[in-house]
């Protein structure tokens, strides 16, 4: 069974960075997609970087350029870098991951079967 924990999240102002880590473990093979994605209550999820087992990576438009996500296959343990934050960037940030093959895109939040219990970013202007 893959947990996934994450870490990292806290109260910044506008333009400030965080780093947010999710440490998984159970794998007992290769691994496969992950990625980040955020809800605010009364808004649905929104995904916003996955990384696929090959490295390859996608990005919500809104924090392209802003963003980066990476991981840490020695560890697994997977990233996400955030400069430049804004307000509307608050929102409980969760990790998740797939189980095996699957689509990995930030809109494939569906494919994903494993997920961590969040943690809270929030951004003052």
């Known amino acids: 069974q893959v947990q996934l924990v994450e870490s990292g999240g806290g109260s910044v102002q506008s333009g400030g960075s965080l780093r947010l880590s999710c440490a998984a473990s159970?794998?007992?093979?290769?691994?496969?997609?992950m990625g980040w994605f955020r809800q605010t209550p009364g808004k649905e999820r929104e995904g916003v970087a996955t990384i696929d087992s090959d490295g390859t990576t996608t990005y919500a438009d809104s924090v392209k350029g802003r963003f980066t996500i990476s991981q840490d296959n020695a560890n697994y343990t997977l990233y996400l870098q955030m400069n430049s934050l804004k307000p509307e960037d608050t929102a409980m940030y969760y990790c998740?991951?797939?189980?095996?093959?699957?689509?990995?895109?930030?809109?494939?939040?569906?494919?994903?079967?494993?997920w961590g219990q969040g943690t809270q970013v929030s951004v003052s202007s």
């Open positions: 159970g794998y007992t093979g290769r691994r496969y997609c």
């Open positions: 998740a991951a797939a189980g095996g093959p699957s689509r990995c895109d930030v809109g494939g939040a569906h494919a994903l079967g494993y």
